[in-house]
């Protein structure tokens, strides 16, 4: 199956990656778009992976604030450098994050924080494990590895904070 250079021009503007991997995930695929896709998500998730141990000492510090003012969340999240810091792309995630951390009432970030011997469900309770709330059928952690996919560095939540009036 062919593809085109519009295809590779759509799949970039999709995922992020560049020209060249784009081409090279349409020509894996045989032109399938949608397995091109997929084998660019998998690549990002590897790339993921290999900066997970990369030192994140930039980044920013997001608001949300409900609109009736009763709910609000502060988000720390971090990156390696402050370009990235200052991108749209990582402005849009810290938004995002702060929102479902307002929205969906995580205790902790990963289930490597649960205490020992808990009940609770890490995937309602851990912020990276819980169903994003935009979109239901990717996790926090699958969003943030999008991202890391797309930036190039390494992107983690520091840490959270989520305040509600009368609780």
Do not use: W
Not at 82 to 105: C, E, M, P, Y
């Amino acid at each position: 199956m062919a593809y085109t250079a519009e295809d590779v021009k759509r799949l970039r503007e999709l995922t992020g990656a560049g020209m060249l991997d784009c081409k090279k995930a349409l020509e894996k695929a045989d032109g399938n778009f949608d397995k091109a896709v997929e084998i660019l998500k998998a690549q990002g998730h590897a790339a993921a992976a290999k900066r997970a141990e990369r030192d994140t000492a930039e980044g920013m510090v997001e608001v949300y604030m409900h609109h009736n003012k009763r709910l609000g969340a502060l988000v720390e999240l971090n990156c390696e450098t402050d370009f990235v810091a200052r991108t749209d792309d990582f402005k849009g995630l810290a938004q995002q994050i702060a929102l479902q951390v307002a929205g969906a009432s995580p205790l902790y970030i990963s289930k490597d924080e649960i205490p020992a011997g808990s009940e609770d469900n890490p995937k309602e309770v851990c912020l990276l494990e819980q169903s994003f709330i935009q979109d239901e059928s990717k996790t926090v952690e699958q969003l943030i590895k999008e991202a890391i996919a797309k930036t190039g560095e390494n992107i983690r939540v520091k840490r959270f904070a989520r305040f509600e009036l009368g609780r």
